[in-house]
């Protein structure tokens, strides 16, 4: 081969190379700019973290595998939260549209040598797996059984973290400490733990417009004004104790706790699953709020104690999905409830 062919032959090569390495080069940078940058958080960290995604996660899965991507978790030790509610398939409007918060559990529950028991676990006796620790009150149980049974009373609303074996009540510490939390769990409890408390008093009120805490200081007054809006330079916002509307005095309350509201209220059709003849008024099966159907699905949260249940059969909602089936399925009509059934029981 002479040198003027080999010449050829090589810058053949060589332009034949470019124009691949330019293919690649437009491939990535046509990939680059379809990616999107995911935000996340811990429950326990003020700062956020991001990670790029071909698509942006629409399901509690799909966020799942993208955090479990960033950290290096299983999916299986990494939840999703809607501000204090664990999410199990979909994800809410709120969550979508924001940085989405995660909490990320232990993957193994450690207990120290020194504080390790023989005795048997209140919830699995002597066929739990793992070390088990001792409680305050005398009996024991692994660090992940107390974890999972405190964390399903929580998700109920329910405070009252008792010895299964004595019913002595624990306090927090001591259940954070022997049930080994990670941080984001003893936040996460921590915040449910005040959300609960809060929508059981009658004393706490949350402004419908800065979702900050209020008191009143005349409890005989049922117009409340923020003080925190017109701190922040907001107009200044009133609204009613009792249905939380705006109010100005004098306020003509549309939810007041009288029995002949509910008995005499008008029935109607819920608008996607087509159920006929539901009261139009309802009061909150936790916190008996009246509340009015106005328009939407069967679905009703509470704009005073936030809980979730069907306006139709009544049924709380669980991890904040209906138990009688999706927004536009038909169930059964409860019947006009009681006011004061509850207390009186």
């Not at 925190?228 to 104790?241: D, L």
């Not at 009703?300 to 669980?318: E, N, P």
Request: hydrophobic share 30%.
């Amino acid at each position: 081969m002479d040198i003027e062919a080999w010449m050829i032959r090589k810058l053949f090569r060589m332009n034949e190379g470019s124009q691949d390495q330019d293919c690649t080069s437009q491939g990535a940078s046509f990939r680059e700019k379809n990616d999107i940058i995911f935000t996340y958080r811990r429950v326990s960290s003020r700062s956020s973290a991001t990670v790029m995604l071909e698509e942006r996660p629409n399901t509690v899965h799909e966020v799942k595998m993208a955090v479990a991507k960033s950290l290096g978790e299983c999916t299986d030790n990494i939840d999703v939260i809607d501000k204090a509610t664990i999410l199990e398939t979909e994800l809410s409007d709120s969550v979508t549209d924001d940085i989405v918060e995660v909490m990320i559990h232990r993957e193994s529950r450690r207990v120290p040598k020194e504080k390790r028991t023989r005795k048997e676990d209140m919830f699995e006796g002597d066929m739990a797996d793992g070390d088990r620790i001792e409680m305050s009150c005398g009996h024991a149980a692994t660090p992940e059984n107390i974890y999972r049974y405190c964390l399903t009373k929580l998700n109920s609303n329910d405070l009252g973290f008792k010895c299964m074996e004595c019913s002595t009540i624990w306090d927090f510490a001591e259940i954070a400490c022997k049930a080994d939390m990670s941080e984001d769990e003893s936040v996460f409890f921590t915040r449910k733990m005040s959300d609960v408390f809060i929508a059981e008093s009658n004393d706490i009120r949350e402004c419908p417009q800065c979702r900050s805490f209020c008191t009143r200081i005349d409890t005989n007054n049922k117009y409340v004004a923020c003080q925190v809006c017109k701190e922040n330079g907001r107009t200044s916002y009133s609204f009613c104790w009792e249905c939380y509307r705006p109010g100005v005095h004098p306020h003509n309350c549309q939810h007041k706790h009288t029995q002949d509201v509910l008995d005499n209220c008008q029935r109607v059709t819920m608008q996607y699953s087509d159920i006929r003849g539901v009261p139009q008024v309802r009061a909150c099966p936790k916190c008996e709020l009246f509340i009015e159907h106005e328009s939407g699905c069967k679905t009703m949260t509470c704009t005073k104690c936030h809980h979730v249940f069907c306006f139709s059969c009544l049924k709380s909602a669980v991890n904040g999905h209906l138990i009688c089936g999706q927004y536009d399925s038909i169930c059964t009509v409860a019947p006009v409830q009681k006011i004061g059934a509850k207390r009186n029981k």
